[in-house]
């Protein structure tokens, strides 16, 4: 299957910045997770699934709602050193902003049997997108490395 | 590549970006850069700097350092000096890894001394400095005692014997950065970075064993105070900042001003990295002591690996660190924002200097520095690529036009993807060994990241910085053994 995210160089010189797609904000949130997670990790399929992290979040609007989850697996891979992509998620539009509620799961860093590549600080603002598209909606994310 | 058509040349190394570059800019900008250096920049960082330009309060210029590149809001390498009455502070002028800085410390073993243990030195290094994606550090200390780092810095760490009492007032800000409050920082950042006190993290942070070639000391007698004066005498430098904890503050304030600068203060940015908030207000303010937290996280970081690397020489030397020399040279930071006394057309004000991948460079005669550095001016110490090299500057009288501030590495002028899709990391580690580096790295294709090449020529940066009057060379460092995360 196509990956739902491409790496983009032309942006920022020193980070590193994907965009990433999907029909539904469910699965654009999803494949933005994905694009992080392999950022850090040279192969993504090699992360097992043995830790499990039930993540709901709210914020004022579906864009700034994508900021904060990115961020939020950011802040576990430090917290807890576990990497994590998203099982399932159901992202809701509110009267007064989104939410979402989401399992992840992943497994804890292992040097010996995960490649890593480059640690992810945070995720900028710098030319952050969450819009629509004629097939669903598209992400644009610049990490600082 | 930059359009110099946009530029106006000053001097040799000095180009103004004019305010009719874009509507809206308060001030010019101005590169202090080459020719060559000018030309390789990317558009990018036009764009960034105009950006900075238009910040409330800014004063005089934005400026732009020799290595300036495309970043995140500001460009790397970017320099804005704030009026702290009417003026803005922006989390996206200091950068997330705040207080990211180098250290330096010197040894009285010369390269042929060094060369039979340099495998085994690496190597202990390597085991010893935990780095790489999401490494934890060696010290256990409750969130209680974390916050007490935060507020004391790497006064912390040599009062429970991680250090020598020299190695404070051979820090910046002896330090510890005065104001800081453990009160204005988000219970997730406590979370996220209390157990990272002395880690490198990964990315460019690095430690490196070097060797200063008898050709290569451009400045005898400033060496000679900054204690560098044997021949081929042998150096430790590292670069890492405030990890998980300075990301997770950077992330926090960001987060809230994006949320607030329109609504609650009228303020708008042309990029939302660069979201502020009015210094004076009292959300500006916590972020100063929040940052500040931040600022003394890294010293204690770099403290604390300070620490492990004398530890690691007694070992394979089977030497008292002390009988080593290993002696600090000094700790610099490269993103911060600090209140300092500066003149500005005649009158001395105080200003919010923002320094995002720029250093300070304080000149000869200055205060806020070692007493017996206060003659020559503040040490300055430029990391380069694990290929090619590094230098240790010195601060001078002229540096005044860009608020005492000069570069603080070589600057990437390719990106990581490209990097990778041109280096090897097993090829490099096989070329450097052949060259008498020995590297250990935790990541291959983080490694390839890295390759010199893939990085601006330290010396056209030096010479730019120089040729600008912004700082000078003193020593230039041949890199002789690299830990990489």
């Known amino acids: 299957m196509k990956r739902p995210y491409r790496f983009i160089d032309d942006i920022a010189t020193a980070d590193a910045a994907f965009e990433a797609w999907g029909a539904t904000l469910d699965d654009v949130f999803t494949a933005a997770a994905e ?18 992290e039930v993540v709901i979040l709210e914020a004022e609007s579906a864009e700034m709602l994508l900021f904060d989850f990115l961020q939020e697996l950011v802040f576990l891979k430090d917290r807890d050193q576990v990497l994590l992509r998203t099982n399932t998620i159901e992202v809701a539009a509110r009267k007064d902003g989104c939410r979402l509620e989401a399992v992840l799961i992943g497994e804890r860093l292992d040097y010996a049997r995960h490649e890593l590549a480059v640690d992810v600080k945070a995720v900028t603002m710098h030319r952050f997108k969450l819009s629509r598209t004629p097939n669903g909606w598209e992400a644009r994310v610049v990490v600082d490395i | 590549m930059a359009d110099l058509r946009a530029l106006i040349r000053r001097s040799a190394a000095l180009w103004e970006l004019p305010v009719s570059y874009r509507e809206g800019m308060r001030v010019p900008g101005r590169i202090y850069a080459t020719e060559m250096l000018v030309r390789a920049m990317d558009d990018g960082v036009l764009e960034q700097l105009a950006n900075v330009a238009m910040l409330p309060g800014i004063v005089k210029y934005a400026c732009c350092m020799p290595d300036g590149h495309w970043g995140y809001g500001f460009p790397i390498g970017g320099v804005a000096a704030m009026d702290p009455r009417r003026g803005v502070i922006s989390p996206g002028g200091i950068g997330f890894d705040i207080n990211c800085g180098m250290r330096l410390a010197t040894t009285n073993l010369d390269y042929d001394e060094v060369k039979p243990h340099l495998p085994r030195l690496v190597d202990r290094l390597f085991a010893r400095v935990p780095s790489g994606v999401g490494c934890k550090g060696f010290i256990d200390l409750s969130r209680n005692e974390f916050m007490d780092v935060l507020e004391q810095g790497a006064r912390w760490c040599v009062a429970r014997g991680y250090g020598w009492q020299e190695d ?4 910046e800000d002896n330090g510890c950065a005065a104001g800081a409050d453990a009160a204005t920082v988000s219970p997730r950042a406590i979370e996220r970075g209390f157990n990272q006190i002395g ?4 990315g460019n942070h690095y430690l490196e064993i070097q060797v200063v070639r008898p050709e290569h000391r451009f400045d005898a007698e400033t060496a000679a105070v900054f204690g560098l004066d044997r021949p081929e005498q042998v150096v430790v430098m590292f670069h890492c900042g405030s990890r998980g904890f300075g990301h997770q503050v950077a992330t926090d304030y960001l987060r809230a001003f994006v949320k607030i600068m329109g609504p609650q ?3 708008t940015v042309r990029d939302r990295e660069l979201a502020c908030v009015p210094f004076a207000s009292r959300e500006g303010r916590n972020y100063f002591a929040a940052m500040k937290c931040a600022m003394n996280m890294a010293y204690a970081n770099r403290q604390v690996i300070m620490h492990r690397i004398r530890e690691v020489f ?6 008292d660190p002390a009988d080593l020399g290993l002696q600090q040279v000094y700790d610099v930071c490269h993103n911060t924002a600090k209140l300092e006394p500066h003149t500005v057309d005649g009158r001395r004000r105080e200003l919010l200097v923002h320094r995002k991948g ?6 000869p005669g200055m205060t806020d520095m070692p007493p017996s550095y206060r003659r020559v001016g503040q040490p300055v110490i430029i990391g380069g690529s694990m290929q090619s090299g590094s230098y240790l500057l010195v601060g001078m009288a002229s540096g005044e036009q860009t608020f005492f501030s000069t570069a603080h590495g070589s600057g990437r002028r390719m990106s990581r993807r490209q990097a990778r899709k041109r280096f090897q990391g097993r090829k490099l580690l096989k070329e450097m060994a052949h060259r008498g ?23 056209d940066v030096v010479a730019a910085a120089s040729e600008g009057a ?10 002789i053994g690299n830990i990489k995360g």
């Open chain 2, 199 to 202: 880690t490198l993290g990964s």
């Open chain 2, 265 to 267: 203060f009228g303020l």
């Open chain 2, 470 to 479: 912004i700082s000078r060379p003193v020593v230039r460092f041949t890199p």
């Open chain 2, 168 to 171: 404070l007032a051979r820090t």
């Open chain 2, 358 to 363: 720029a250093t300070r460079a304080f000149a």
């Open chain 2, 314 to 319: 007694a070992e394979v030397f089977k030497k």
């Open chain 2, 437 to 459: 580096i020995h590297v250990r790295a935790r990541s291959l294709k983080s490694l390839a990241e890295e390759a010199g090449e893939a990085y601006k020529n330290i010396d």
């Open chain 1, 35 to 52: 694009a992080l997670l392999a950022v850090m990790l040279v192969h993504p399929r090699t992360l097992g699934s043995v830790e499990r």
